[in-house]
């Protein structure tokens, strides 16, 4: 495999930081919510009636294409990147 660059490596980094920071996110907030919205509220020992119950699957099937996005899109600069190597190696020859 050839040698990647200093600069190279430094721009896929940060983007796999920036794609692994925003799953991360996304999955911190599904939990946070499924913890705040599955907690009943009670008064003095008693549950509350009218609490609606979310589903979030729809949320979670969005989430999963997200991610399959994502890896989509490291694919195609992952190819970006071989194609300007090749074109390099070629103007450079």
Do not use: Y
């Not at 660059?5 to 430094?10: I, K, L, V, Y």
């Not at 983007?15 to 705040?36: D, F, M, N, Q, Y």
């Not at 589903?55 to 294409?65: A, M, N, P, R, T």
């Amino acid at each position: 495999m050839p040698s990647v660059n200093r600069h190279t490596r430094t721009v896929i980094g940060t983007i796999a930081l920036e794609i692994t920071t925003a799953v991360a996110g996304i999955a911190g907030g599904i939990v946070l919510a499924r913890t705040k919205l599955q907690n009943q509220r009670r008064l003095l020992g008693v549950p509350l009636p009218g609490r609606k119950k979310v589903d979030l699957s729809d949320l979670s099937k969005q989430v999963g294409e997200a991610g399959r996005q994502f890896g989509n899109l490291a694919s195609e600069v992952r190819q970006a990147r071989e194609k300007a190597e090749q074109i390099s190696r070629a103007i450079g020859n």
